[in-house]
T-cell receptor, first 116, second 111 residues
Framework: AQSVTQLDSHVSVSEGTPVLLRCNYSSSYSPSLFWYVQHPNKGLQLLLKYTSAATLVKGINGFEAEFKKSETSFHLTKPSAHMSDAAEYFCVVSDDSGGGADGLTFGKGTHLIIQP | DGGITQSPKYLFRKEGQNVTLSCEQNLNHDAMYWYRQDPGQGLRLIYYSQIVNDFQKGDIAEGYSVSREKKESFPLTVTSAQKNPTAFYLC??????????FGSGTRLTVV
């Protein structure tokens, strides 16, 4: 069995300050981990993914995430927030290298608010 | 309990056949979405619907069709025109611009 916990339902930061969205997971296997973003009135967009290669993963739009097995975490960060980053973010775990057979588990989402 | 029901969990299709994947929600959500996932890739949007009797194409709509005759239902038909239909299909719904609920998915295999 696997699970994903996004520790914050809402995160509010000022424009130009760092962003940290927290995600903890549990998995019986070596997991694949993903972060997705959903902007208003649009579908999900893949930000980045970890599939047992480098533990520090760089994604689009300046986001990155670090896989820490000892802490079972996969937190999403960005050095400097931009107004366009305001969106809903989802952490996802898969236990079959991202093939998506029966293994996708989504977190409940974190709503990122950017203050001007 | 409210939620999204996708059926079947596993589906096999012969080449040249159309097949329909079911997605039903009892959350009173206005918007519904269909995604496809292939090994090693992220989710890609096929179609979405913001209200009943209206839907829009996503990034990979070719070879697929949908209908939204009822708020609760958003079935996806994989037609014979879809060249590579073997994949994992995920349905989702949302009430507003935030707050997704996901189904458990359907794995379609062409035999």
């Amino acid at each position: 069995a696997q699970s994903v916990t996004q520790l914050d339902s809402h995160v509010s930061v000022s424009e130009g300050t760092p962003v940290l969205l927290r995600c903890n997971y549990s998995s019986s296997y070596s997991p694949s981990l993903f972060w997705y973003v959903q902007h208003p009135n649009k579908g999900l967009q893949l930000l980045l993914k970890y599939t047992s290669a480098a533990t520090l993963v760089k994604g689009i739009n300046g986001f990155e995430a670090e896989f820490k097995k000892s802490e079972t975490s996969f937190h999403l960060t960005k050095p400097s927030a931009h107004m366009s980053d305001a969106a809903e973010y989802f952490c996802v775990v898969s236990d079959d290298s991202g093939g998506g057979a029966d293994g996708l588990t989504f977190g409940k989402g974190t709503h990122l608010i950017i203050q001007p | 309990d409210g939620g999204i029901t996708q059926s079947p969990k596993y589906l096999f299709r012969k080449e040249g056949q159309n097949v329909t994947l079911s997605c039903e929600q009892n959350l009173n959500h206005d918007a519904m979405y269909w995604y496809r996932q292939d090994p090693g890739q992220g989710l890609r949007l096929i179609y979405y619907s913001q209200i009943v009797n209206d839907f829009q194409k996503g990034d990979i709509a070719e070879g697929y069709s949908v209908s939204r005759e009822k708020k609760e239902s958003f079935p996806l038909t994989v037609t014979s025109a879809q060249k590579n239909p073997t994949a994992f299909y995920l349905c989702a719904s949302s009430m507003s611009i935030y707050g997704y609920t996901f189904g458990s998915g359907t794995r379609l295999t062409v035999v």
